[in-house]
C-alpha cells in the first residue's frame, strides 16, 4: 500500500524541535531494522523530505511529485 510520497506504509511520530536531541537518538539506537524518515514540517513538503530530511537506515526512493511544490508569491 503506497502512503504518498512513501513507498511503503508507514507509521507516523511527531515531535517538537526541542525534543530532537532525545527522540532521535533514540531512534537510533532502537530503530530494529525499521527505515525511519526523519524531516521537518516547513510547509515546503518537496524540500523537507528531500533537502532537509535525515534517513535512519535504508534511504528509500519517495515519490515527491505527489508533493505540494514550494509557491512563490506573484508580485502584483
Wanted: net charge negative; aromatic share 8%.
Amino acid at each position: 500500500m503506497l502512503v504518498a510520497p512513501h513507498p511503503h506504509a508507514m507509521y507516523q511520530v511527531a515531535f517538537l524541535p526541542p525534543q530532537f536531541g532525545k527522540v532521535v537518538p533514540w531512534l537510533m539506537l532502537n530503530r530494529e531494522g525499521l527505515d525511519i524518515l526523519i524531516h521537518p514540517e516547513t510547509g515546503e513538503d518537496v524540500a523537507d523530505h528531500t533537502k532537509h530530511s535525515l534517513w535512519l537506515g535504508e534511504k528509500l526512493e519517495l515519490n515527491v511529485k505527489v508533493l505540494r511544490p514550494r509557491t512563490v508569491n506573484a508580485s502584483f
